[in-house]
């Protein structure tokens, strides 16, 4: 089946550590994307990525790092000095040139302890 | 001015109502227009896309103003399992196609 992957689904962090969110689509999509999602707020933009090798920051990439070595992956690393990291975090993909329909992977829950 | 603006809710609804979210967007740049549910501890996922003429999906139906910057969504009989939070989703206008995500109207549709 075609679609976005995501894990872990929940994930614990002590505060000071760094983890890495794992994101993979097979949909053959070029752009990929990083949201996180707080109670009573709208998703916002982390980073994204149109390209292989390439990606920009969104609007709130204080604290965050991605890669994009594979068309199909582009992992998000929540470092440490991201001041509030617990969020749900979501991944996007789309087609680039289509009318930017974004397909959400089922996200991970962060907690920092 | 938030950039896209939606009545949070929660609107309770009996079964059978119909039911309308409005939504407000502040960039006259935005071409493309989303409505997206969200159930509660989930991903958002594709409703319908939103165009010109209006569009309607069984009992789903949405329009767009672009004078007004206005974007509707209509639902008519509504069902248990339409509960959800649903998601005003507008495209910024730019190169790069990013899309800005209203925080949200929870419906909550009672039996």
């Known amino acids: 089946d075609g679609g976005i992957t995501q894990s872990p689904k929940y994930l614990f962090r002590k505060e000071g550590q760094n983890v890495t969110l794992s994101c993979e689509q097979n949909l053959n999509h070029d752009a990929m994307y990083w949201y996180r999602q707080d109670p009573g707020q709208g998703l916002r933009l982390i980073y994204y990525s149109q390209i292989v090798n390439d990606f920009q920051k969104g609007d709130i990439a204080e604290g965050y790092s991605v890669s994009r070595e594979k068309k199909e992956s582009f992992p998000l690393t929540v470092t440490s000095a991201q001041k509030n990291p617990t969020a749900f975090y979501l991944c996007?993909?789309?087609?680039?040139?289509?009318?930017?329909?974004?397909?959400f992977g089922p996200g991970t829950r962060l907690t920092v302890l | 001015r938030k950039e896209v603006e939606q009545d949070p809710g929660p609107f309770n609804v009996p079964e059978g109502a119909t039911v309308a979210f409005n939504c407000t967007y502040s960039?006259?740049?935005?071409?493309?227009f989303f409505w997206y549910r969200q159930d509660c501890r989930k991903e958002p996922k594709l409703l319908m896309s939103v165009y010109s003429s209006g569009n309607e999906d069984g009992r789903f139906t949405a329009q767009l103003n672009r004078a007004s910057q206005y974007i509707s969504l209509l639902i008519r009989d509504s069902k248990l399992s339409d509960s959800a939070t649903y998601l005003c989703?507008?495209?910024?206008?730019?190169?790069?196609?990013?899309?800005?995500f209203g925080t949200g109207t929870l419906l909550a549709v009672q039996p």
């Open positions: 989703v507008v495209n910024d206008g730019g190169a790069t196609n990013k899309l800005i």
């Open positions: 996007a993909s789309t087609k680039v040139g289509g009318r930017d329909t974004q397909y």
């Open positions: 960039n006259s740049a935005s071409q493309s």
